[in-house]
């Protein structure tokens, strides 16, 4: 059973799995630069699955904070942010880095991590 992370605002109440938040902060790092990738760049940068990603980015749809930008013969199925969720991600993005830095052990060494 995967670990649900939920950011409560009133705008949105966004229930967000590792994968997702994963690709939320890797895109939040780009806002404003950049605002639409292909579902095969972020499943590479955010190093999880192909599946892993679409079943991420699907979930990030319906919760309105990316939306389809249609497919691209060279890059595959392509997604945007919306001004309205780039505008959510940069005032929760503490919150997100927060939990970014939580759930991602590859940041820290074994003396750091809590073995059970």
Do not use: Q
């Amino acid at each position: 059973m995967e670990t649900i992370h939920t950011i409560d605002t009133p705008e949105l109440t966004a229930k967000l799995n590792k994968a997702e938040i994963d690709i939320i902060h890797f895109i939040d790092n780009w806002l404003p630069t950049l605002t639409d990738w292909s579902v095969d760049e972020l499943a590479h940068k955010t190093r999880v699955t192909e599946s892993d990603a679409v079943a991420a980015v699907d979930m990030l749809i319906l919760h309105g904070l990316l939306t389809n930008d249609g497919d691209c013969p060279a890059t595959g199925r392509r997604v945007l942010v919306t001004r309205d969720a780039a505008l959510w991600m940069r005032e929760n993005r503490e919150t997100i880095y927060n939990i970014k830095y939580m759930i991602d052990t590859d940041l820290y060494d074994d003396t750091e991590i809590a073995e059970s």
